[in-house]
């Protein structure tokens, strides 16, 4: 197993947890960006810069994770690949992706998009928090517990 970070987006204080995860465990893990990102010194976490697009990343994660594999993401094109392809795929807020919540999402999106092209206000997510980092540290335990049990 190998956690993935979809590294441009994701809020350093779950790259923090993942990082802590990584060590105590002995997973290793590969942020991905289009450009470089602060990381520990911890021979298990490595760092992948993809130049290009701004899809580039999720491109690089999809074409080289393995079924088993955890991502962490927020975009959902990537989840959805990620999901298909039989790896895990988690979120910053630690809300596990499956193909019938991706699937909702991809659509609600579509639908927000709508909205404001149309030009209604829709707003985004609320701001990232203590609450949101603890959930997501209780996700990727209970994750990492069930799948490396299993090993």
Not at 13 to 34: E, I, Y
Not at 35 to 45: C, D, E, I, Y
Not at 85 to 91: K, M
Request: proline share 7%; charged share 25%.
């Amino acid at each position: 197993m190998r956690i993935w970070i979809d590294a441009d987006g994701c809020p350093r204080p779950v790259k923090d947890v993942v990082f802590k995860v990584s060590q105590r465990r002995g997973v290793p893990v590969t942020m991905v960006a289009d450009r470089q990102v602060g990381r520990p010194t911890n021979s298990l976490v490595t760092m992948v810069v993809v130049p290009g697009d701004m899809d580039a990343a999720d491109r690089y994660i999809a074409e080289h994770l393995e079924p088993g594999d955890l991502v962490i993401t927020t975009d959902l094109p990537l989840a959805a690949q990620v999901v298909a392809g039989g790896a895990w795929g988690l979120n910053p807020r630690g809300e596990l992706y499956t193909e019938e919540n991706v699937r909702e999402r991809l659509s609600m999106r579509d639908f927000m998009s709508n909205l404001r092209e149309a030009g209604v206000v829709t707003g985004g997510p609320a701001p990232f928090g203590p609450k949101d980092r603890q959930k997501f540290n209780d996700a990727i335990d209970r994750l990492l517990t069930s799948c490396l049990n299993q090993d």
